[in-house]
């Protein structure tokens, strides 16, 4: 069985300050993590994702997580947060032979201060 | 080209009524998902669509819970009758053949049962 743990439902962060949203994951398999985005009125869309390649792996609108598997996390960062960064944020865990099918975490909330 | 279409967007029915939520696919997705949200907590997976088959259902709370794909276009979830604790936010997703390819998320449908 495969979960998602998001540490914190709600983070705050200033304008300009670095956005850190933490995501741990439990899977007896390798797994295959992702973060998505949903900001208001919208469906949620895709951030980055790590298949097992590059264990730093790049996403849109300059966001980065880092695989790391001694701590089973997959957190979320941003150099500098923006306005526009502020939605919620979901970290989702797959596996191989799943049929793809994500097991989501619970959200995390970004809200962005001047 | 258009995304990942659901409707209603809200939908609001007494308890003992019938809802069916309708999903459009983005044009040549094969895989097709439905997941929910119940209010506070995370979003879970339904069941998966190949095509017209169902690969996967095992997220499917009970059978109040009706999903169709006819000749693997749009799909339709049928909630019969419906119960106070099927509120919630209805995601539909698709995606194209392969691994870990990235899924289309639709803007959800927001169901309240009173």
């Known amino acids: 069985a495969q979960s998602v743990t998001q540490l914190g439902s709600h983070v705050s962060v200033s304008e300009g300050a670095l956005v850190l949203l933490r995501c741990n994951y439990s899977?007896?398999?390798?797994?295959?993590l992702f973060w998505y985005v949903q900001y208001p009125n919208q469906g949620l869309q895709l951030l980055l994702k790590?298949?097992?390649?590059?264990?730093l792996v790049k996403g849109i609108n300059g966001f980065e997580a880092e695989f790391k598997k001694s701590e089973t996390s997959f957190h979320l960062t941003k150099p500098s947060a923006h306005m526009s960064d502020a939605a919620e944020y979901f970290c989702?865990?797959?596996?191989?032979?799943?049929?793809?099918?994500?097991?989501f975490g619970t959200g995390t909330q970004l809200k962005v201060e001047l | 080209e258009a995304g990942v279409t659901q409707f209603p967007s809200h939908s609001v029915i007494e308890k003992g009524q019938t809802v069916t939520l309708r999903c459009d696919p983005i044009?040549?997705?094969?895989?097709l998902y439905w997941y929910r949200r119940v209010m506070g907590k995370e979003i879970k997976f339904l069941l998966h669509?190949?095509?017209?088959?169902?690969?996967?259902e095992s997220g499917m709370p009970n059978n109040r819970f009706l999903a169709e794909r006819t000749g693997g276009t749009y799909s339709t979830l049928k909630v019969q009758p419906a119960e106070l604790e099927d509120s919630g936010v209805y995601f539909c997703?698709?995606?194209?053949?392969?691994?870990?390819?990235?899924?289309?998320f639709g803007p959800g449908t927001r169901l309240t049962v009173l």
């Open positions: 899977s007896s398999v390798p797994p295959y």
């Open positions: 790590y298949t097992s390649a590059a264990t």
């Open positions: 044009s040549g997705h094969d895989n």
């Open positions: 997703a698709s995606s194209q053949d392969g691994l870990y390819n990235e899924q289309f």
């Open positions: 669509f190949v095509k017209e088959s169902k690969q996967d």
């Open positions: 989702a865990v797959t596996r191989t032979g799943g049929g793809n099918k994500l097991t």
